[in-house]
């Protein structure tokens, strides 16, 4: 099973309490989108878990999650869930479209703000991996409670053509008014109870046995309806939403009545539209007979069922569940498979196969900020930014021109785009590309490539011996020393930037009173301070909501004896210094003696409490399932905190030394985005590139610069050695002082 809680923290599991299923955060499975908690009101009266959280996507059109099923089956049901909750506050449920690979699923629409809606629909792929995209239609924002993968028997749901998507389900029998689900349905399926009022429910305690490939519960199926008032029919009807819509029967029944059916029969045939569909029928004593047919029903505005018994029958007819299905069918061309080809990655000391599409590998590299969800061509309203693909009628799409221009990438030109075979345009300009042309690109014969404006490229072959200013870290084989060397250079070569340049103004005022909040506010916000997220010597930090975003607030502890000075000066700075990898001031309470910061909240704490927590075998995929950090992510959180630090260094004028960094100090948001923390101790220069002498050494031990503990003279060396030590803690995975009697260093360890 593959079970998606969308919108909790990354790396968070649990296994929910009603199904025993183990459910998993969705942040591996999509890039975008932002997470929310429905409110109070609702939570307290879901039974299900997975509707307390969900994911909305405020920006873009479509946003598309990834899913890679198990190669062992090639039928999956798929299930999209979605519980609106008024998480917004603005009781207003949205309506959006659903898409499976390239083409419509279905619409979602929400009767109420309370009402669960959930969308399924029996697939086989077409490739190794599904899309489930949702479609804004300007008529709200989407969101998605849960996704769920099931895989199903080949021989099960089989059609002429297309996909299954499902109408309806229903336990008819039901005397317990209860939804049965896993472990009760070994395929998950959710049966829903339905009562007819013109019907009798009749039911057993005994259990019931499926040796079909359908497998209905045996909670369902001891229970049965047959007509009222001694009747001999059943009859129902649905209304397809158009008569050419294809649909798909199945007739669910059992005995189980033994006096009866000891000296009596129990014969029925099956109508559809007024024609016998199916008969005679006698059911199985305790067993499980699934009648359905392998052509669908079509062509009207209404459909009728009608279960008689025939002449010999004794009892009356009987039905114990019953699920309709509607034909969806596919049509749109993915893009051509040679454009989205199985690869091999080298990371670091193993290979690893990951199947995935060539561009999807140069968007992940280059870690690339652009609308690339889904199909990259199909279909053609939503193609790629930077792309453009060739539609040739029966054939599939190619990708014909890759436009990479002014993105901000960085690193050597990669392998994978070998693999577009198609392409005739690469346009690389304007860019930080290193290293030099690969000489496989002559190969594409059609392709006219353009690298203007990357002035560490090298044109010809003759530049493969010169060494890159910029450490590019791809496929280190010595794994620690890599690390270590590409985070150093980027403090070393990020040039000093004359722009946007942070002001700093007086001491000790606070600007930016739109910013300031009551300590009323703040009671509110962290709900009278209920959640207790950590505590330090400033004072102790809570959860809380703002404008329903998840914030965390720093509330100064009244024996904090620099506690007024630190909040002072971590106000004024962050009130001005703004970049990706500082954590955002969201707002501040300075009222009497009542003082608190309100920052953005970081789901995945601090590096730290992961570094402690974790083995010193590092798995070599990203952030694993287990909340291990790889190579690969603690490279990138060395990388995002060094260009943090920079800024700090040379984006801001005058400069500004940090004074304590620290792993407990770098703070990791829901993506593991890295971004500094905690400036109450930080030093502003007068003097750019000067030095500071400091009447008192401030700092966290272990971390520490000699020099500066020596001299007590401040300069930005002293953040760069700090940062140094955090670089041991991420390579070797010890702590900064050993819990040994020595009291060993980690740069003696």
Not at 469 to 485: D, E, H, M, Q, R
Request: charged share 20%; glycine share 6%.
């Amino acid at each position: 099973f593959i079970s998606i809680d969308c919108g909790i923290p990354e790396n968070a599991n649990y296994t929910d309490s009603i199904t025993g299923i183990n459910y998993v955060s969705d942040a591996s499975n999509i890039d975008t989108g932002v997470s929310h908690k429905i409110s109070s009101e609702f939570n307290k009266e879901i039974t299900e878990r997975q509707f307390s959280n969900l994911r909305s996507f405020p920006e873009g059109i479509r946003n598309c999650y990834t899913l890679k099923p198990d190669s062992d089956h090639e039928k999956f049901l798929i299930r999209a869930r979605f519980m609106y909750g008024n998480y917004n506050g603005q009781d207003k449920p949205p309506s959006f479209n659903l898409m499976l690979e390239a083409d419509v699923w279905d619409s979602v629409q929400f009767p109420d703000s309370g009402s669960i809606v959930s969308k399924e629909i029996i697939h086989i792929p077409k490739r190794e991996y599904i899309h489930v995209c949702l479609v804004n239609t300007d008529s709200g924002t989407p969101f998605i409670s849960a996704l769920e993968l099931r895989p199903l028997p080949n021989l099960t749901y089989m059609t002429q053509s297309g996909s299954l998507s499902r109408y309806g389900r229903w336990d008819v029998g039901s005397t317990t008014n209860k939804t049965f689900r896993y472990p009760d349905d070994v395929y998950d399926r959710i049966w829903f109870p339905h009562n007819f009022y013109s019907w009798a429910q009749i039911s057993t305690s005994s259990n019931m046995k499926s040796t079909g490939n359908f497998q209905p519960p045996s909670t369902v199926m001891q229970s049965a309806v047959i007509p009222a008032n001694g009747g001999s029919s059943l009859m129902l009807s649905w209304k397809p939403a158009n008569r050419m819509i294809k649909n798909y029967v199945y007739f669910y029944f059992s005995e189980f009545e033994s006096e009866r059916a000891k000296n009596q029969t129990r014969d029925l045939n099956i109508y559809i539209n007024g024609k016998l569909w199916y008969g005679p029928l006698s059911p199985s004593y305790l067993d499980t007979d699934t009648v359905f047919s392998t052509t669908p029903t079509m062509n009207r505005d209404r459909h009728d069922i009608i279960i008689n018994t025939t002449e010999n029958s004794a009892l009356p007819p009987i039905l114990n569940a019953l699920e309709i299905y509607q034909v969806k069918e596919f049509l749109q061309l993915l893009t051509n498979q040679q454009d989205v080809i199985m690869i091999l990655f080298l990371y670091l000391f193993m290979h690893i196969k990951i199947s995935v599409d060539a561009i999807m590998n140069i968007k992940s590299k280059y870690e690339l900020l652009r609308d690339w969800q889904g199909d990259p061509c199909a279909p053609n309203d939503y193609l790629w930014q930077g792309l453009n693909c060739s539609y040739d009628a029966n054939q599939a799409p190619r990708i014909k021109s890759l436009n990479l221009s002014s993105s901000g990438i960085a690193g050597e030109i990669l392998p994978h785009i070998f693999s577009l075979t198609s392409i005739e345009s690469l346009d690389l300009s304007n860019n930080s590309l290193t290293g030099s042309v690969p000489e496989f690109l002559a190969e594409l014969q059609f392709l006219r490539v353009l690298v203007d404006g990357n002035p560490n490229l090298c044109l010809s072959a003759s530049c493969k011996g010169k060494k890159n200013k910029f450490i590019v870290p791809l496929l280190a084989s010595v794994v620690s020393f890599s690390v270590l060397l590409a985070a150093l250079a980027i403090l070393r070569s990020l040039r000093r930037r004359k722009q946007e340049l942070c002001p700093v103004g007086k001491k000790g005022s606070l600007e930016l009173k739109n910013r300031k909040l009551s300590y009323a506010n703040v009671l509110k916000i962290t709900n009278n301070f209920e959640r207790v997220l950590g505590k330090g010597g400033f004072g102790t930090v809570y959860h809380g909501y703002l404008d329903d975003k998840q914030v965390a607030v720093k509330m100064l502890s009244p024996s904090s004896v620099q506690g007024y000075k630190q909040f002072q000066a971590e106000v004024e700075l962050l009130m001005r210094a703004h970049h990706k990898n500082l954590t955002i001031l969201v707002g501040y309470c300075d009222e009497n003696t009542k003082m608190g910061l309100v920052y953005e909240f970081m789901a995945n704490g601090n590096l730290q409490a992961h570094l402690l927590a974790q083995l010193a075998i590092l798995p070599t995929d990203a952030e694993d399932k287990t909340g291990i950090l790889s190579w690969k992510g603690r490279l990138q959180i060395a990388t995002e905190s060094a260009q943090g630090l920079e800024y700090l260094h040379d984006g801001c004028k005058p400069p500004i030394v940090h004074r304590d960094v620290k792993s407990a100090n770098i703070l990791l948001n829901e993506k593991f985005q890295a971004k500094l923390a905690d400036f109450g101790l930080s030093r502003i220069f007068p003097v750019e590139g000067g030095s500071h002498v400091s009447t008192t050494v401030v700092g966290t031990p272990g971390y520490l610069d000699p020099e500066y503990y020596i001299s007590n003279r401040l300069t930005e060396k002293s953040d760069v050695y700090s940062f140094g030590v955090v670089l041991l803690e991420l390579i070797t995975g010890q702590p900064v002082i050993q819990k040994t009697p020595e009291r060993t260093l980690i740069g003696q360890w």
